[in-house]
């Protein structure tokens, strides 16, 4: 049966918000964002909120809740005690537009930098064979849904507006090290770029992509630490250093 | 303020599966293209196809080809499909697919390391190209992906990576605008700030997909507004078939809040079995007359066909999704449902926790997550849900041209025809493909023939004026609650089951709500303001179940996506007749219209006994026109 949760909203856009609190019938079995819902359709007709599909597949209803960034999809009501109020905030790594809105058009622009798939020449199709093994490392990646929750919480880029140029954050080292890791891929260089380009080297590996992922990806122990320990295998070991000097090997 | 003004050779309005491959066809023949995505780029509801793709490749079973696909496709369909576009689809899927590996797809594999393909409802063989549950999200991000490599080569080419081809993220078109009779390109506005866009474009490409949120119970996400379908009635254009929705026989039911969100069919697939409150296994009560020689009925054969597919006969979880729907609601009707109303769908018991999760991994996710239920251990609760409309713009199947409006065309679930009276479960993935890609091509070849087509300042006055309308209204009606009254019309009026008399009244109360909707008021300003937004979705959503509940009406039969409880049978007399619905300025007329015959060369593809259940014995006669 419906009860009453107390909802504290954060309303505002790029120039000015503050928390605005409203109680909201709730029912059983309901997601964080029905309650968001039902608020915009009887008491805030315009309340800026985006979603798309409702189900943990599309990635659109990031926000934070209570501090923490989750889908609102996906976050039950009654993950939290009853009479406590729940509090909804948008992203805060990202500009707000409006309400729980945020631009988030930093993540495309990123997507647009990195090297698109590479395959061989001369691949026909039909032709490609591929053992599901080797499939599967790439396809762990591909998994991600695109919410930029990871995005969201790197605190690299979190409460340093600076750097966000250099930084392509989690989301796009899961990217590389997909297409890396994909059996047909030919570009050589990938984690030498994802390094000297993308950012990769400012990732202190504090895992807090990994724990916000709601598509479980492991984004920091099967994509980000084995593409730098290449990179500092292919920097700094002697053996191979020397052999890139004597035979000129193209990246790594 | 100055109106915000672009122009490009091909504007495509939606950025799922079709629009996305229609988009890359029309910029490799060398021109300059926009999106038009009403989210952001990427969520489009394509992302919730979980099943898979399916194309003849023959990976699984070698037996398959183009003929036996094009078969299944009129089966399912129980011919009422175009004849040609479903001919189209079965020939060109596998190219279809293989290209999108070629673009860096990773589809699940074979031990010979080919795209492995998977069994479905109304495939004769294992067909469907696949990523576990997820792939819909594989080919979106695909297609993303491939527009982003056309983008950095237009960089390298061109300096500016969107030279060529531009995302305009939430942005809603409200306006297909014409001169001289020809499409000259279209109005709308960002979601974000509220303020107007004018793009000029000789050619519009529709690919907006369905209606779903017409209903109250549906698997579609709140795009699903059949924006496309209104644009183009109020364009000129026709809509075929609009009766004919497609009820997914499985939609989660428990809790409340989740009721409608999708069950992959995979589950069948993968072996689960459909059972009542009683333990019943019911499906072998139901299999119809037609498909009484290619399903099993009893137990012991269905499940020997897990493993024996060629010397066993198919599990009847596995009819066309209309036939399991129907039976579902059946069960439920005669009081043999669970207490929320469902049926059990269960695959523990065929399958090890370690091959569900990795076969069906967000489907374990989402009942764990959002009903509390371990799929691996426990039955899932599932019941029917809104899914697709095969109903769409009515379009010349080789060019995707809609009939009636030059300049214009569709593809994808917007368009009609491919699927006939029921899609099967797979053939919507490769349907986006095959005519997403035609249809950039039929853009690409009309531009190039008939040049640029200005817009004239009358049409952007009359559709900015439009636009302002529900913000100079005061005090007036609020489009959430309009929503919720169509929906409750729909689901009760012109839902799986229908009657005249429920038609009937449907038909006056969708006109009372229109008449209501034409004075609808919004609060608050023009940036990202969902009521403003509805207001528009909700005009696109009456003109459609008027559409939908006009053309069931005049449907006296049952067949597919459309079941009068007052005419039970199918009726081959009207297997001859598609419904065609155009927009006078008031109101959606509803004419008859004959469906193109099959011609001999595909006629002769089917056992004519076969047909004798679909034709009439003239059409027997004649053996296919030509």
């Known amino acids: 049966m419906a009860r009453k949760l107390n909802l504290r909203i954060w309303r505002g856009d790029s120039t000015s918000g503050a928390l605005q609190d409203v109680q909201v019938d709730v029912n059983e079995g309901e997601v964080v964002l029905d309650v968001i819902h039902r608020v915009q359709a009887t008491q805030m007709g315009d309340l800026a909120v985006r979603w798309n599909c409702k189900a943990g597949k599309c990635g659109s209803c990031s926000m934070e809740i209570n501090g923490k960034p989750r889908l609102a999809c996906m976050t039950q009501v009654a993950a939290y005690p009853e009479g406590e109020t729940i509090t909804v905030t948008p992203l805060r790594t990202f500009p707000v537009i409006k309400d729980l809105v945020t631009d988030v058009s930093f993540n495309y622009k990123k997507a647009m930098e990195i090297p698109a798939y590479a395959p061989p020449a001369d691949l026909a199709p039909g032709e490609a064979r591929m053992q599901q093994v080797d499939v599967e490392r790439s396809q762990e990646f591909r998994k991600c849904i695109e919410c930029f929750l990871c995005q969201n919480v790197c605190h690299v880029i979190r409460d340093h507006e600076e750097n966000k140029k250099s930084f392509a954050g989690p989301r796009f080292f899961i990217r590389i090290a997909e297409l890396d890791m994909h059996p047909l891929d030919i570009l050589k260089n990938r984690k030498k770029t994802a390094q000297e380009e993308h950012g990769l080297g400012m990732c202190n590996i504090t895992k807090c992509c990994t724990e916000v992922c709601p598509e479980h990806i492991r984004i920091t122990d099967n994509a980000i630490i084995p593409m730098k320990e290449r990179v500092v295998d292919v920097k700094y070991d002697p053996a191979r250093w020397l052999g890139s000097k004597i035979r000129r090997r193209e990246g790594i | ?626």
């Open chain 2, 1 to 626: 303020m100055t109106l915000e003004r672009h122009n490009y050779d091909v504007l495509v309005i939606g950025a799922g599966g079709a629009g996305l491959r229609a988009a890359v066809e029309a910029r490799e023949a060398g021109l300059r293209v926009a999106i038009i995505c009403k989210s952001l780029f990427g969520k489009a509801h394509t992302v919730m196809a979980e099943g898979g793709a399916a194309a003849s490749m023959g990976n699984v079973n070698d037996n398959d080809n183009w003929m036996v696909h094009f078969r299944d496709t009129m089966r399912g369909g129980k011919f009422l499909n175009h004849y040609r576009m479903a001919e189209l689809h079965a020939k060109e899927a596998p190219d279809r697919i293989w290209e999108l590996e070629v673009w860096g797809a990773l589809f699940d594999r074979t031990k010979e390391g080919k795209i492995s393909q998977r069994n479905f409802g109304g495939h004769e063989y294992p067909r469907l190209a696949h990523v576990g549950d997820r792939t819909g999200l594989e080919l979106i991000r695909t297609m993303q992906q491939r527009i982003v490599a056309l983008q950095q080569q237009d960089g390298r080419d061109f300096g500016d990576m969107e030279s060529h081809i531009k995302v305009f993220a939430e942005l809603t078109i409200t306006d297909i605008l014409k001169e001289n009779g020809k499409v000259s390109g279209a109005y709308g506005y960002w979601r974000e700030s509220g303020s107007e866009v004018l793009f000029e474009a000789p050619a519009v490409i529709i690919a907006t997909g369905g209606v779903g949120k017409t209903f109250k119970i549906t698997s579609n996400s709140w795009e699903g507004t059949g924006d496309g379908h209104a644009l183009a009635l109020k364009a000129g254009a026709n809509l075929v078939d609009m009766e004919f929705l497609q009820f997914h026989p499985t939609g989660m039911v428990w809790p409340p809040s989740v009721r409608g969100i999708l069950v992959t069919e995979s589950v069948r697939g993968e072996g689960g079995v459909l059972t009542n409150i009683n333990g019943e296994r019911f499906m072998f009560n139901y299999i119809p007359e037609v498909f009484k020689k290619m399903y099993a009925d009893n137990p012991e054969e269905a499940d020997r066909w897990y493993t024996d597919q060629d010397n066993n006969r198919r599990p009847p979880e596995l009819l066309p999704r209309d036939e399991v729907a129907r039976a579902i609601n059946s069960e439920v009707k005669a009081g043999r449902g669970t207490e929320h109303g469902g049926v059990f769908l269960d695959v523990s018991k065929r399958l090890s926790a370690e091959v569900i999760k990795k076969r069906l991994p967000s489907m374990w996710h989402q009942f764990y997550e959002l009903a509390g239920v371990d799929i691996t251990k426990e039955p899932m609760e599932v019941g029917p849900t809104c899914h697709y409309v095969m109903g769409g713009v009515e379009v010349e199947p080789d060019t995707a041209a809609a009939i009636g409006v030059p300049g214009l065309f569709a593809a994808g679930e917007v368009a009609g025809g491919m699927h006939g009276s029921n899609r099967l479960g797979g053939n919507s993935l490769t349907d986006l493909l095959v005519f997403g890609r035609r249809a950039g091509a039929g853009a690409a070849e009309y531009v190039k023939s008939s040049g640029k087509n200005p817009v004239s300042e009358g049409a952007i006055n009359a559709a900015a004026a439009k636009i302002q309308a529900p913000f100079d209204r005061q005090g007036g009606e609020n489009s959430y609650s309009l929503h919720a009254e169509l929906q409750e019309i729909t689901h009760n009026l012109v839902g799986i089951i229908r009657t005249g008399a429920e038609l009937d009244e449907a038909i006056k109360k969708i006109a009372e709500i229109r008449k209501r909707s034409a004075n609808v008021s919004v609060s608050g300003g023009r940036v990202f303001n969902p009521g403003f937004h509805l207001a528009f979705d909700l005009d696109n959503m009456l003109l459609v179940a008027e559409s939908t509940a006009k053309s069931a009406i005049k449907r006296e039969e049952s067949r597919g996506g459309h079941t009068r409880d007052d005419f039970p049978g199918m009726n081959n007399k009207w297997r001859q007749i598609n419904h065609i619905s155009t927009f006078d300025g008031t109101q959606v007329i509803v004419r008859e219209q004959a469906l193109p015959p099959l011609p001999k060369e595909l006629f002769d593809l089917f056992d004519v006994h076969e047909l004798e259940k679909y034709m009439t014995p003239e059409e027997i006669a004649k053996g296919g026109s030509n």
